[in-house]
């Protein structure tokens, strides 16, 4: 995983067109059927190369929605994030 969007998730749509590798998808499309967006984890590089933080969670206007997730398939992550922050699912943005 990379990072995740939880079921605080209000779909307004803020956060899709930020992403910068499409990794973002709307409650129609979650493959996981639940009615809140969804990031593939392994599209989502943490916006490494891209912005100085997770672009989704900056444009997110709900507090604690986006968090960090475990470390699998994504291709890039990163590394000044702990392992602690992943476990305990942390806001990516306060
Ligand atoms: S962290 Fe960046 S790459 Fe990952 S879903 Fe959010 S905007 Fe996309
Ligand atoms: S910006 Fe936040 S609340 Fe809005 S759709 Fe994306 S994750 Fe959900």
Redesign the pocket.
């Known amino acids: 995983m990379?990072?995740l969007i939880n079921d605080t998730c209000i779909n307004c749509g803020a956060?899709i067109d930020?992403?910068?590798?499409?990794?973002?998808v709307d409650e129609d499309d979650n493959p996981t059927d639940e009615d809140i967006y969804h990031?593939?984890a392994d599209?989502?590089?943490?916006?490494?190369g891209?912005?100085d933080e997770?672009?989704?969670?900056t444009?997110c206007p709900t507090e604690g929605c986006?968090t960090w997730d475990a470390i699998g398939e994504?291709p890039e992550h990163r590394e000044d994030i702990t392992d602690e922050q992943r476990s305990s699912k942390e806001a990516?943005v306060e």
């Not at 599209?43 to 490494?48: G, L, N, P, S, T």
């Not at 997770?54 to 969670?57: K, L």
């Open positions: 990379a990072v956060c930020e992403c910068p590798v499409e990794a973002i990031v593939y599209k989502c590089v943490e916006c490494v891209h912005h997770p672009a989704c969670a444009a986006i994504s990516v």
